[in-house]
T-cell receptor, first 113, second 110 residues
């Protein structure tokens, strides 16, 4: 597609509920990234994929967070047993690997109540 | 990644030039300087990138002095639609672990 698409745009989850956030990167982009942005803060790195391989997951806050990209295109970020501190905007970005500028999606705003 | 320091906020009026200076005293030889723009409810958008001297594109100019310990993003003749958060980042080309910091909130008033 023309840009990075994320769904849903907004998600309200009850504490303890599992959620799944989807990212459709730009077609053909090899690299895919997930970032978390708390209110009033800059985005913070969560994890990085090159094709289907998850090369770095050092930014995932806890083992409740899990990301996958099984076919090297669409990616899903799953959060199990959500907590209030998980409330944030989750941003996905993709890159063709030939430039420093990544293309970000509009994000999914997760609110845990 | 080199730590960056930039102002928390800046106010301006339509038609003025806005200059945002970012300090990065510990920039490494292989690091580039990149600026992103973020509007409310959107993801960051790449604006400009440079290594030294001056870079200009249709959106902005980036001035980098010889010692590279700081850089200045210049937005010419801003409009209301330039109200956004601007982030200064330093790092190697294709570094996937971007460090955004808190950014500079630029507010343009009529």
């Amino acid at each position: 597609g023309a840009g990075v698409s994320q769904s849903p745009r907004y998600k309200v989850a009850k504490r303890g509920q599992d959620v799944a956030l989807r990212c459709d990167p730009i077609s053909g982009h090899v690299s895919l990234f997930w970032y978390q942005q708390a209110l009033g803060q800059g985005p913070e790195f969560l994890t990085y994929f090159q094709n289907e391989a998850q090369l770095d997951k050092s930014g995932l806050p806890s083992d409740r967070f899990f990301a996958e990209r099984p076919e090297g295109s669409v990616s899903t970020l799953k959060i199990q047993r959500t907590q209030q501190e998980d409330s944030a905007v989750y941003l996905c970005a993709s890159s063709s690997g030939d430039s420093y500028g990544y293309t970000f999606g509009s994000g999914t705003r997760l609110t845990v109540v | 990644l080199a730590k960056t320091t930039q102002p928390i906020s800046m106010d301006s009026y339509e038609g003025q030039e806005v200059n945002i200076t970012c300090s990065h005293n510990n920039i490494a030889t292989n690091d580039y300087i990149t600026w992103y723009q973020q509007f409310p409810s959107q993801g960051p958008r790449f604006i400009i990138q440079g290594y030294k001297t001056k870079v200009t594109n249709e959106v902005a100019s980036l001035f980098i002095p010889a010692d590279r310990k700081s850089s200045t993003l210049s937005l010419p003749r801003v409009s209301l639609s330039d109200t956004a958060v601007y982030y200064c980042l330093v790092g190697v080309i294709n570094d996937y672990k971007l460090s955004f910091g808190a950014g500079t909130t630029v507010t343009v008033r009529a």
